[in-house]
Structures are given as structure tokens and as C-alpha cells.
């Protein structure tokens, strides 16, 4: 029984399941530019496809991620006004006892505690009606003015690959090494099973 020759071809098969793992992965990012092997044009995933990604990333970003009905509803959904309100009314108050006076000082004379409580209250009251019409009005410019589905696309197009690649690789650093685990494993079962086939059919 050889088994020095069984035992290279399971190092062998297993080395092969691993290389080709890792190979197929540094093909996600490399090579970054295009390379012209025997008439083929051989490039990186990510380098080859990243007007494609980012298109697509645009349109889900534009369409889905980012609704500007949802930022809509958000932003005129009334209790904001609310969180606002005490802000919005230490600013009023200022605006009616100190500045307004500051402007006009014979209203000193006509204008009472009580009189700036009222006016206080209706300009409350005037905001909460205005507040959504105007933030409405704002989205509507607002969307015309801002295409989010471009912006995205021509950041992500404009990526350095270099920078994806080590992003993706702070975040997925475990999973591509289990993967070369995975491809080493499997080339190590398949050495095996060659070996069982090859001492069986002796």
C-alpha cells in the first residue's frame, strides 16, 4: 500500500480546494484593471461591474431605501411640531418682549402681559396650521431639486476599489476566511474519496 502517495494526493486535493477559494475571492477585487489573457479580457468582479452596482444601488437607494413620501409623512407628522413647540415658543416670546419692543417702543405702552400671551398663542396656533404646508411645499422643491438616485449612483461609481475592497474586507474578514476553511475542507474529503476508490479498484 503506497501511502505516501495517498497522503500527497489528500495534501494536494486539499490545497487545490483552498487555493481555488482564495483565488475566487481576490477575483471579487483583482485584477483591477482589465487584463487581456489569449484574447479573453479578465478583470475583477467589482472593478468590472461597478457602474452596474451603483446604477442599481442608486435605484433602491432613490426608490426604496429613501422615499421622500415617507420623509414627507415624517416631517409633517405633528409631533415634531410638538418636540418643537417649547423652543418655537421661548423664541416668540423673545421675539414679542424684547425685540418687537426693540423695533416699535411705543408698543410698550399697548401691549400688556396679557395682550402678548394672546399674540403668543396665535402664532402658536397659525404655526401648527403652517408648519405643514410649508414642510410639504419644501419636499415637493425639494425632490425636483434633489435626484437622489443619481447622487448615489455617481458616488458609488466614483469609489476607489481599493477603498470597497478594504471596507469589505474589515466587514466580511470571517466569512472569506471560512470560505477558504470550507474550500480546503471539501478538497480534503474529495483527496479522500480518491484514495477510497483507488485502493477499492485495486
Not at 128 to 136: A, D, G, Q, S, T
Amino acid at each position: 500500500m503506497n501511502w505516501t502517495g495517498n497522503i500527497i494526493t489528500i495534501l494536494l486535493s486539499t490545497f487545490t480546494g483552498w487555493i481555488t477559494t482564495w483565488i475566487a475571492i481576490k477575483m471579487l477585487f483583482h485584477p483591477r484593471r482589465p487584463i487581456n489573457i489569449l484574447g479573453f479580457k479578465l478583470q475583477g468582479i467589482f472593478p468590472k461591474n461597478q457602474r452596474a452596482i451603483a446604477e442599481k444601488l442608486g435605484q433602491v437607494v432613490g426608490k426604496e431605501l429613501l422615499s421622500f413620501d415617507e420623509i414627507e409623512q415624517k416631517i409633517t407628522n405633528p409631533e415634531n411640531l410638538q418636540k418643537l413647540r417649547p423652543d418655537i415658543e421661548e423664541h416668540i416670546d423673545k421675539f414679542l418682549r424684547v425685540k418687537l419692543l426693540e423695533v416699535f417702543p411705543m408698543l410698550s405702552m399697548l401691549i400688556g402681559e396679557k395682550t402678548i400671551l394672546q399674540l403668543k398663542e396665535a402664532f402658536l396656533l397659525e404655526l401648527e396650521n403652517l408648519f405643514p404646508v410649508l414642510m410639504k411645499n419644501y419636499m415637493g422643491k425639494l425632490q425636483e431639486d434633489l435626484d437622489l438616485e443619481k447622487i448615489v449612483t455617481e458616488k458609488v461609481a466614483n469609489f476607489s476599489t481599493e477603498k470597497l475592497e478594504d471596507i469589505l474586507n474589515q466587514i466580511t474578514k470571517k466569512e472569506f476566511t471560512f470560505l477558504e476553511f470550507v474550500g480546503g475542507f471539501f478538497g480534503l474529503l474529495i483527496g479522500i474519496v480518491q484514495v477510497i476508490v483507488s485502493l477499492l479498484t485495486k
